[in-house]
């Protein structure tokens, strides 16, 4: 079964506004993490925000905060003041209880215009 | 700090051929973790290591297809015999304590 589901295959925003990437996970444990990643056209995997299951407050790292909606499930990547260089597939992942396997949506490309 | 290496970055082989490809994790990181990823399929979650120790290869799709960690700087991932649906881009990730994991650059296959 999906355990992380990310239902916008492709995104556009224009530069300097905002832009929320959705995504709901599916699990039975009360412990878990939740990660973005950034994959550029380059192909790496770059880690942007972590969100634990157990915080009370939204994660923040710079422009990238975490609308995190424990009751809904979901966990929503907001980038504020997009620029250009935010073009790229975004992923969400969860890791649950303990295990420390990682799963992954299927991907959000989010493309800046200028 | 290197980062997480695997190489080669790109390798083409032909059908039938054996595939080999290699990963060295962060110095310290425990954990190791391989990764497929496709147009189709996405990230898939291959096998992964602790202490060297297989944990779970339940993704492994065939076979066809194993993995090693003789050393806790060291791991493979091996296709034999290979085919032109094993074409994707291999990643290599570790992760220590920590929270995030830290993904190697990939390695783009082509079996033609």
């Known amino acids: 079964a999906q355990k992380i589901t990310q239902t916008q295959p492709g995104m556009f925003v224009q530069e300097k506004e905002a832009v929320t990437l959705d995504c709901t996970y599916d699990t039975s444990d009360q412990s878990y993490g939740l990660f973005w990643y950034k994959q550029p056209s380059s192909g790496e995997m770059i880690f942007l925000i972590y969100?634990?299951?157990?915080?009370?407050q939204n994660a923040t790292e710079g422009r990238y905060s975490l609308n995190f909606q424990k009751a809904r499930k979901s966990a929503n990547l907001v980038i504020s003041a997009s620029q250009l260089g935010d073009s790229a597939m975004y992923f969400c992942?969860?890791?649950?209880?303990?295990?420390?396997?990682?799963?992954f949506g299927a991907g959000t490309r989010l493309t800046v215009k200028p | 700090d290197a980062g997480v290496i695997q190489s080669p970055r790109h390798e083409v082989t032909e059908m039938g051929q054996e595939v080999t490809l290699r990963c060295k994790p962060i110095s310290g990181h425990d954990y190791l973790f391989w990764y497929r990823q496709t147009m189709m399929r996405g990230l898939e979650l291959l096998i992964y290591?602790?202490?060297?120790?297989?944990?779970?290869d339940s993704g492994m799709p065939e076979d066809r297809f194993s993995a090693k960690m003789p050393n806790a700087s060291f791991s493979t991932l091996k296709i034999q015999p290979s085919e032109p649906r094993d074409s994707a881009v291999y990643f290599c990730?570790?992760?220590?304590?920590?929270?995030?994991?830290?993904f190697g650059s990939g390695t783009r296959l082509t079996v033609v």
């Open positions: 969100q634990g299951s157990y915080d009370e």
């Open positions: 290591f602790n202490n060297n120790v297989p944990i779970d």
């Open positions: 990730a570790s992760t220590g304590r920590g929270l995030g994991y830290t």
């Open positions: 992942a969860m890791r649950e209880g303990g295990n420390n396997d990682m799963r």
